[in-house]
């Protein structure tokens, strides 16, 4: 069974936990998802296997103190030590995947919007210029502030996961805000100062949507190949 | 780690072990196994630890199967690996655990 299989059936079964054991239960399962480069396979098989077991011993009466002991972030430390990493192809094919998206996903936000202005507002031409080198060096930098986020996300939710404070929803609606607002500006910051330098490039504006199109096609294969 | 739960998880391992070799079994059935013969101060949750070192070290092999009750569940088994560790396991306890309780016996401490 592949992972997601695993996840689906774990996301039918965590209902009929109850309230105790569900949310004693849901954090652990935030704490070890968010153990980077574990086998994500492994990491679900693991998950489940434990949701089975707090369901049979809920059915007998037992509670998740009980059966995972009155510590669980050290529980699933200990866990988390003995899972296996991920291979390195789907770690790679994963990131392969994301970079294309996310480079389709501009590349189709350029046309869409250049598109618009042209015949709709009369502004520009059909035609789109850019700077080769400018645009990978910026692409570059936006794939790695963009896994500098995913991974920065992974690390404050296994953070806040066991830190045993009542967390307030309004501290944690700002920090997320903030977080994200820092994310969006450095996108900002690097698309105004990286210098333009190379050769100039034209091409029509209807080719980006093409282009956005293919990498959008190349990131599906990707994914299904890793499934 | 104190040496106390080294101990007590080198055992509990060997115990596994023992378990899985007379039949494949899941997590819930082997916690419970141990439980009948005893063990009831272990919390049930300590077995996966070690379930998942064992299956690291390639001495158990876990595959997900449907069982007689209905849902699917990873049922473990002893590889060719696993045999071996077993029998290294049952000698070194065969060779000691008289000794032990000799030796404890025999300080006068007894319960």
Not at chain 1, 70 to 91: G, H, T
Not at chain 1, 97 to 116: N, R
Not at chain 1, 172 to 197: D, H, N
Not at chain 2, 28 to 33: C, L, R
Request: charged content about 20%; some cysteine.
């Amino acid at each position: 069974m592949n992972a997601k299989t695993l996840i689906d059936l774990n996301n039918k079964k965590r209902p009929l936990l109850n309230e105790a054991n569900l949310a004693y239960y849901e954090n652990m399962l935030i704490y070890i998802r968010s153990a980077s480069n574990k086998s994500e396979e492994q990491t679900e098989e693991l998950l489940l296997e434990l949701l089975e077991h707090l369901l049979q011993a809920q059915s007998e009466g037992k509670n998740a103190i009980d059966i995972f002991g009155s510590n669980p972030k050290a529980y699933c430390d200990e866990l988390i030590q003995e899972l296996p990493k991920e291979k390195q192809k789907p770690r790679l094919l994963f990131v392969a995947q994301i970079s294309f998206q996310t480079i389709g996903f501009l590349s189709l936000i350029y046309g869409v919007i250049g598109l618009t202005k042209y015949y709709f507002f009369q502004i520009g031409t059909v035609v789109t210029s850019f700077y080769p080198a400018t645009t990978f060096v910026i692409l570059v930098c936006y794939l790695i502030i963009l896994f500098l986020f995913i991974k920065t996300v992974f690390w404050w939710l296994k953070q806040s996961t066991f830190a045993g404070r009542q967390t307030n929803k309004w501290i944690e609606f700002i920090q997320a805000w903030l977080g994200v607002s820092v994310f969006i500006s450095l996108f900002v910051v690097i698309m105004r100062l990286t210098p333009k330098f190379g050769p100039v490039m034209q091409i029509p504006t209807v080719l980006l949507i093409g282009f956005s199109l293919i990498l959008y096609l190349i990131a599906y294969l990707i994914k299904r190949k890793g499934q | 780690m104190s040496l106390r739960s080294q101990m007590l998880k080198g055992i509990l391992e060997g115990c596994i072990l023992s378990i899985i070799h007379h039949q494949p079994a899941y997590g819930y059935e082997i916690s419970v196994i141990l439980q009948e013969y005893g063990l009831e101060n272990i919390s049930e949750g300590s077995i996966y630890p070690i379930l998942l070192r064992l299956q690291r070290e390639h001495l158990i092999i876990g595959e997900m199967r449907k069982s007689e009750s209905g849902p699917k569940r990873k049922y473990y088994q002893l590889t060719e690996d696993g045999h071996e560790a077993l029998r290294e396991f049952f000698l070194q306890w065969e060779a000691i655990k008289n000794p032990v309780d000799n030796i404890v016996h025999q300080g006068g401490y007894d319960v």
